[in-house]
């Protein structure tokens, strides 16, 4: 059901305004983007819509396909439920000079919760379109995907990078987005023509705000400040003989790797170098798992699968501790590796390719 139909529905007139935007999976460059670093993202086919309507009254009545129904004062404080995002969006609507009284608001998404393919910023930045468009007022995308993150800090308690934001608010179907997160440079590249990234789900999610990623991204910055370094992002692998904590070490290690890494796909995807691609993408995921410690025993055998019927790369996408992996196989392969990964992984599921190809078709 689109957001337009469940807004008429529910409160029996049409909405005011309506918007979308898409999740998106990280094909590599995973936690380097709180520390300033590169991305190397993509948008997926699902997405999440908005209708809005004013209210005359101080309240949001709020209804979610997913998450039911709410109706709160616009000046309560947050309680931890999908509201805290509208919360969020009209206390920087104020700041930028409007006044929003009331809100009704309708939200349908076909983006798996918790899968790490970014349904809180889609749902950030498809609200805050909407409310421009309510409003009539442009915002740049960039400052959309700005106060998108600081919804996430602020009132949702997630201190993220601002990758999620900054790709379902800029990036293009079939191109990747190579991000550097510390000046927000981007460049739009072509994805492969032969090749296809798969999406499975390893049937476990997570929830980010429980703690595990706001540890990591600590972990960073006492790494940073032992370097005496504003952020990883300025370090080398040769830095790491500096720090004497291990286990800040590794999550160092990391961090420095990936972003080279990503440097090198970005090259790669240039060159259409799928194998030397999918290289990097298997370094990736052995970081993850090993020196950063976000992956699950789900997604490690969605991995060693895929790998084994002759995947070029596979590695987790998202923030880790359950949610996707993402695989790069030949289109001739691609149907053949996702039955063996269905079949031999009991919970988990397709969630959408990625392919030239299968776009242009």
């Known amino acids: 059901m689109s957001s337009q139909s469940l807004f008429k529905r529910h409160f029996q007139y049409p909405p005011i305004s309506s918007s979308e935007a898409h999740g998106r999976v990280n094909l590599i460059g995973e936690h380097t983007d709180y520390n300033n670093g590169f991305v190397l993202p993509t948008l997926i086919e699902q997405k999440i819509q908005v209708s809005l309507g004013p209210r005359s009254d101080t309240q949001i009545v709020g209804i979610s396909e997913e998450f039911g129904e709410k109706t709160i004062l616009s000046d309560s404080k947050t309680d931890g439920t999908w509201i805290d995002f509208v919360r969020g969006a009209l206390h920087y609507m104020t700041e930028e000079g409007q006044t929003i009284s009331g809100l009704d608001i309708s939200v349908t ?22 409310l421009c468009q309510m409003l009539e007022i442009e915002l740049s995308s960039i400052k959309i995907a700005q106060i998108g993150q600081l919804i996430e800090h602020n009132f949702i308690g997630t201190y993220c990078g601002i990758m999620d934001q900054m790709t379902s608010s800029k990036a293009e179907f079939g191109q990747a987005l190579y991000l550097d997160c510390e000046n927000l440079n981007t460049e739009i590249i072509p994805i492969f023509t032969d090749y296809t990234f798969i999406i499975i789900h ?12 706001n540890e990591r991204k600590r972990e960073t910055e006492i790494a940073a400040k032992d370097l005496n370094i504003t952020s990883l992002r300025h370090a080398e692998i040769t830095d790491l003989k500096l720090i004497k904590d291990p286990k800040i070490l590794k999550r160092a290690r990391h961090v420095i790797s990936e972003n080279n890494r990503v440097q090198k796909a970005v090259q790669y995807l240039k060159q259409n170098s799928a194998e030397a691609f999918g290289n990097l993408m298997n370094e990736s995921h052995f970081s ?18 895929a790998q084994s019927y002759g995947a070029l790369g596979a590695r987790l996408t998202g923030a880790g501790f359950g949610g996707c992996a993402v695989v790069l196989t030949s289109n001739n392969q691609r149907n053949d590796i996702t039955e063996k990964i269905l079949k031999s992984c009991s919970n988990s599921y397709l969630v959408t390719n990625i392919s030239k190809s299968i776009i242009l078709n």
């Open 109 to 130: 998404s076909s983006i798996p919760t918790g899968s790490g393919l970014s349904s809180s910023a889609a749902f950030e930045i498809a609200l805050l379109r909407a």
């Open 202 to 213: 390893s049937g476990s999610t997570r929830k980010l705000s429980e703690g595990l990623y």
């Open 288 to 305: 993850m798992d090993k020196d950063y410690e976000i992956s699950s025993s789900e997604l490690n055998h969605i991995v060693k699968i």
